[in-house]
């Protein structure tokens, strides 16, 4: 099979000493910096509010699996109906704006949930409605974070800062359930909301000295055709995924992912750690820092390549299916430093799936799409994840948390194999275009 990896030494070859001066070359960037900074913390604090949210929901209200399930989807519904259009703004509006408002619902989420449980007038269904209004600013923030990626470095350096960014969110958010742990331990669980609060706010302070390249103005659109306007900008975005093999295999997998892997994880590994570990709220958080050192080692790695990575495509696959096979153990598992060891591996292999996946998505799209394209992502990544962790707590309500664990982890591995044996362009392709991908034409202010 013409481009399939033959052994995971394959890109330790490629990375001659990690932790050198190419890992960190896009944070020469001024501006790649502080956008670094300000997606590292807002991912951080979104780390924290999953585990939060499911402990809030499974503890201190002692509710069942199923509204373990219906805390997760409450979170990230609103992907559904506010990404598209944040992705269509990007394209159009102040990016910088953007951010700055999406951060500021989620201060004011958390900061109110704190408050609530402070005042012991926290219930379900204000825990839900939390939920909901905390899943709104990240919905509205996210397409345009990851937009804003290409328009701040140059592209000879775009694969190392996608890989950066994607790595250090990535791991922020595996850190925040253990330094929600921490929290929850010193100052119960309304010392964790207002930690979600103060991060977020921290987070706002370095998008004050952002400069984001200037864009020509678009002409005024009309009151009355505005809906049309962006209706037809989402079809483009969509025209360009559907038309491309690749990139609809980017996305399929993708999808994949956010349906029987994250939202499992997400929804499914505290309640995994209650009833087959024996874990208090710490013990369970500390789980995903396990994860996160894995996720760390691989995404390190990846940002040393020094001339990018042939057979990307292969690789990705590679990863998604290892890490699904490693949740296949975990589901069985009944002991703490075992499904920690585990976790471990899984963060390695995930944090090459995770990696690869963005950089091949961002490196293939051209600019003046990237905002909706990203915003197609998130509504997948972001999108998916509550559908499946609402198909998550029906799934252990039906079967037990392990058992549906395990079941999504080979149900991820057989479609990846799908993937990799009859897709050998996607095997094949480059984490970066040979021949540039066409230059922007881009509309519309910061």
């Known amino acids: 099979m013409g481009g399939l990896p033959v052994a995971t030494t394959g890109i330790a070859r490629q990375v001659r000493g990690v932790l050198t001066r190419q890992t960190f070359a896009a944070f020469e960037l001024r501006d790649y910096r502080l956008l670094w900074a300000n997606n590292f913390s807002f991912a951080l604090v979104q780390g924290i509010e999953r585990f939060a949210f499911s402990w809030l929901v499974i503890d201190t209200l002692a509710a069942g699996d199923i509204y373990l399930g219906l805390a997760a989807f409450t979170l990230g519904i609103p992907v559904f109906f506010f990404s598209l259009p944040a992705g269509v703004l990007a394209d159009r509006w102040n990016r910088r704006i953007l951010l700055i408002v999406s951060q500021v619902i989620v201060l004011a989420g958390a900061l109110l949930a704190a408050i609530l449980l402070w005042m012991d007038l926290m219930t379900l269904r204000v825990a839900l409605g939390m939920a909901l209004f905390v899943g709104t600013g990240v919905a509205v923030g996210q397409p345009v974070r990851q937009a804003l990626i290409p328009a701040v470095v140059p592209t000879h350096r775009l694969m190392n800062a996608i890989t950066l960014n994607t790595a250090g969110q990535t791991v922020s958010q595996m850190l925040g359930p253990g330094l929600g742990g921490i929290a929850i331990w010193v100052a119960g669980l309304e010392g964790n909301f207002a930690l979600q609060a103060i991060l977020m706010g921290a987070g706002l302070l370095f998008l004050i000295p952002l400069r984001i390249p200037a864009r020509a103005l678009t002409p005024a659109i009309a009151a009355g055709s505005a809906l049309r306007v962006m209706a037809a900008d989402l079809v483009e975005g969509f025209r360009f995924i559907v038309s491309s093999d690749n ?22 590994l505290p309640r995994v ?32 390549l020094r001339s990018g990575l042939r057979n990307a495509g292969g690789w990705f696959t590679c990863a998604l299916m290892t890490s699904s096979a490693f949740a296949i153990v975990i589901g069985f598992s009944h002991s703490y430093l075992l499904t920690a060891l585990l976790l471990s591996l899984t ?100």
């Open 273 to 304: 750690a209650q009833l087959q570990l024996d874990a208090d709220g710490p013990a369970a958080s500390w789980l995903f820092v396990f994860l996160g050192m894995g996720l760390t080692c691989s995404s390190l790695a990846l940002a040393s």
């Open 347 to 446: 963060g390695l292999s995930a944090g090459v799936f995770s990696n690869l996946n963005l950089t091949l998505i961002q490196s293939y799209t051209p600019q003046p799409v990237m905002g909706r394209v990203m915003a197609i992502f998130t509504l997948i990544m972001l999108g998916g994840t509550p559908v499946g962790g609402l198909l998550g707590g029906l799934g252990a309500a039906w079967l037990g948390a392990g058992q549906w664990f395990s079941l999504c982890g080979a149900a991820s591995v057989a479609v990846g194999a799908v993937f990799l044996l009859t897709q050998p362009k996607l095997r094949r392709m480059h984490s970066h275009p040979e021949t540039p991908v066409a230059s922007p034409a881009e509309s519309g202010p910061g």
């Open 247 to 268: 990139m609809r295999s980017l996305f399929i997998l993708l999808l994949v992912t956010s349906l029987v892997i994250n939202g499992p994880w997400v929804t499914l």
